[in-house]
């Protein structure tokens, strides 16, 4: 290793250094290093918090600042774009957060979602007239593109969505709850992240189409998850969930 | 740059304003990071305000100090955004804030020996050549008493840009802030910087540490300008004339007025300043 590197080596464990670890470096003692291990560890901490707003609403300040440092520890940035940050943080919630706090892993892919749709390329979004305009005979030989800002997620036991859009559109935060299980698809047709509600057989669908299978077999697939009449498809490219048709093998 | 006077660092809560605002010599500068995205509406609003002003792209990332070579997405997505949005100035900082895939907010420093040159000569080399045009270097904020410098700032900078071809960022505040923490005189290093190589003057406001007080101030960009600042602007002006001078608010950012009142007072020394070169 040059020195430089080692220099920084050592640097970085010191400032990454949780409280209880002693300081490799005499530097490290001095009142200036604190400066630089609390800036480091803020912006993290507030990145965090601006990339997941709604987990951080449901657990207090303090509570998601404490949960974010030891994400931090446990992954810090991998570059400087810290509108990104975070990937992962919903699996490590549902590793360490308490058992009655399970659907926090499930609101955090949610935030992630947004993050995720606001920051994806510009795409246009297909026309629903260039669906119904093709023939039947050629749903074997086209396959629908997702758009890049669309993002799904199927919830199996709880009402995640639900609570999420509330924090998100000041609903009323304590009305009450059906416990079940619910699907939603986050876009970004134009310049604003919009939601809804899915049924089993969008979700379905959009998996199939994210796997390039051709029309007619994510049509099948979605027939199968429960829906026969294919009614929900026209909300689906409302939405803007893709962005063009594609020949097979494209 | 010759129609750059004093710019303003443009926060998101100001978009608006900053779009519909006209004054002489204006332009802003924003962290290139910020809009190192794919699209959405962050890259829309940038491109507007392109339209409107002139745009300055501060890194705050590259770790051109760093042991390891500039990271090769980042350098592509910033030459992505400087072909779109075509600024008049692009600038990084004399720091590292990357090791072994990690990626360190802030501006770290490092021992300046000829091993940490050639290593930050290399990473200019490969952005200039990335992006197709030169950048400035911004010397940091200094909090420690490093052991092991075989150069002064001064010296490696000179050094840095003859090799590279580089541009200089003098950050009066950060020469303020560093001469109270780790010694020396900030008359004498702004007296001795080498105006040449300078393009761009940044200014922005510092506060004492919690618990240090005036002994350990921090760079903190949370307050106007200090009025030792403002000495050392008009100190380096008068000797060198004027440059594109930023104003920088990052934290507790005020009323866009009250942000544009502290760039009409920049703007304001800089026209002074070319009115006596005239006489």
Redesign the interface.
């Known amino acids: 290793m ?4 080692a ?3 050592a ?2 464990g010191d ?2 250094r949780r409280p209880q670890e002693q300081p490799t470096s005499v ?1 490290a003692g ?7 291990r609390n ?2 560890m803020r ?2 901490i507030d ?1 965090l918090a601006a990339n997941y707003p709604t987990v951080q609403e449901l657990l207090g300040d303090e509570c998601f600042r404490d949960l974010a440092r030891d994400f931090v520890h446990h992954a ?9 940050y975070g990937e992962g943080f919903a699996s490590f919630i549902e590793r360490t957060a308490a058992s009655d706090l399970a659907y926090l892993a499930e609101v955090a892919e949610l935030d992630r979602c947004w993050t995720e749709a ?6 246009p979004v297909v026309s629903p007239a260039a669906i119904a305009g093709l023939a039947a005979a050629d749903a074997g030989r086209w396959r629908l593109v997702l758009h ?2 669309a993002r799904w997620r199927a919830f199996e036991s709880r009402p995640a969505f639900t609570i999420w859009r509330r924090h998100r559109e000041r609903l009323a935060i304590g009305d009450e709850l059906d416990w079940k299980g619910e699907s939603a698809l986050l876009v ?1 047709p134009g ?2 992240v919009s939601w809804c509600e899915i049924d089993a057989a969008s979700v379905a669908f959009l998996a199939a189409c994210d796997a390039e299978r051709t029309l007619v077999e994510a049509l099948e697939i979605a027939t199968l998850a429960g829906d026969e009449s294919a009614s929900w498809l026209p909300g689906l490219l409302h939405a803007g969930a893709f962005t063009r048709l594609a020949a097979v093998g494209e | 740059m010759g129609d750059l006077g004093a710019g303003l660092g443009l926060k998101a809560e100001h978009y608006d304003e900053a779009l519909r605002c006209r004054s002489d010599g204006l332009w802003f500068e924003v962290h290139a ?2 809009y ?9 609003w940038l491109r507007a305000v392109r339209r409107a002003h002139p745009l300055s792209l501060h ?4 770790s051109l100090a ?3 070579p500039v ?1 090769a ?2 350098l592509a ?1 910033l030459a992505a955004l400087v072909r779109e949005v075509e600024p008049s100035l692009v600038s990084e900082h004399l720091a ?2 990357r ?8 501006l ?1 420093p ?2 300046r ?1 000829a ?2 040159l050639q ?1 930050i000569c290399d990473n200019v080399a490969r952005v200039q050549d990335a992006i197709g045009r030169t950048i400035a270097i911004e010397n940091p904020s ?7 410098h075989e150069f002064d700032e001064i010296d490696f900078l000179s050094t840095l840009a003859r090799r590279t071809g580089c541009s200089l960022l003098l950050d009066l505040n950060n020469v303020h802030v560093s001469t109270v ?2 010694g020396g005189s900030a008359e004498r290093y702004v007296d001795a910087f080498p105006a040449a190589l300078v393009s761009e003057l940044h200014l922005a406001g510092h506060r004492p ?1 919690a ?2 007080g005036e002994r ?1 101030l ?1 760079d903190s960009h949370d307050a106007p300008v200090a009025p030792a600042v403002w000495a050392l602007f008009d100190r380096f002006v008068a000797r060198a004339g004027p440059r594109p001078t930023l104003i920088e608010r990052d934290a507790d950012v005020p009323a866009f007025a009250v942000l544009m009142a502290e760039r009409d007072e920049a703007q304001a020394r800089i026209r002074e300043a070319v009115s006596l070169a005239a006489a």
């Open positions: 040059t020195d430089l590197a220099f920084q080596a640097f970085v400032l990454l530097r001095q009142p200036g290093f604190a400066v630089y800036t480091v912006a993290c990145a810090p940035p991998g570059d400087g774009v810290l509108a990104r606001h920051l994806a390329a510009d795409d890049p800002a970004r310049s604003v | 990071e910020n190192m995205v794919a699209g959405g509406p962050r890259r829309a890194g705050v990332s590259l760093g042991a390891e990271d997405a980042a997505a590292w804030s090791f072994a895939g990690a990626y360190l907010p802030d770290l490092f021992p020996t091993e940490a290593r200094h909090y420690l008493a490093l052991d092991g923490n780790v540490d618990v240090h350990l921090i």
